[in-house]
């Protein structure tokens, strides 16, 4: 599934408690069958997002239903530290973003434009040991994905991200390369 997926919201549901949501990225594991989740956003009453977020963080999976009915991915949360923030939006309901906070923090890149991601790219390599040009970044983007350091992640609702693993001696391996790979060019 990828995020330009023309359904407006899709539900999230475990064992007859169902959200709205919205928003969503995720990664798979080549090696599993498991969606890891680093971010989504749920809508519904004060009791279903609460019951929602705590059948996750308990660690049961939860099925992605597009407006059809159909089962899409089921999400399972990865071993970093769970974070929900819970809006009353009123009449009963509210809004709940869930998101892994090691991830978010450190790996997740994400974006809602291409305008965005170019911006959003930039960001984060330019606290790196090497300075990056702007102009830079489509090419490095390309190294990064064939090299594997830039995963790109799926979702729904617009929202699109990826992956980067910039710290440890991965973000030394990473500006090793890119240095590399500017001499040749």
């Known amino acids: 599934m990828t995020s330009n997926n023309n359904s407006k919201y899709f539900v999230l ?7 709205k949501t919205d928003i969503g990225l995720y990664y798979s594991q080549e090696y599993s069958k ?28 939860l099925s992605l239903v597009n407006n059809d009915g159909e089962s899409v991915v089921n999400l399972r949360r990865d071993r970093d530290i769970l974070r929900f923030k819970g809006y009353s939006i009123g009449y009963g309901k509210q809004h709940g973003m869930v998101w892994n906070e090691q991830s978010t923090d450190k790996k997740v ?3 809602f434009t291409p305008e965005e991601k170019q911006a959003a790219l930039y960001t984060a390599l330019q606290r790196r040991k090497i300075p990056i040009a ?6 490095i983007e390309n190294l990064l994905e064939k090299e594997e350091y830039l995963i ?4 729904w609702g617009g929202i699109q991200g ?8 991965a973000d030394d391996r990473m500006c ?5 790979k500017l001499k040749d060019k």
């Open 13 to 19: 549901k475990k064992d007859g408690i169902a959200c």
């Open 34 to 61: 498991n969606i890891i989740s680093p971010i989504f956003s749920i809508y519904g009453s004060v009791q279903q997002v609460r019951a929602l977020f705590s059948l996750f963080s308990m660690g049961h999976e």
């Open 109 to 111: 890149i994400y974006w």
């Open 134 to 139: 702007k102009d830079w970044i489509p090419w």
């Open 152 to 155: 790109p992640l799926e979702g």
């Open 162 to 169: 990826c992956l980067l693993d910039l710290y440890g001696d």
């Open 176 to 180: 090793d390369l890119i240095c590399e």
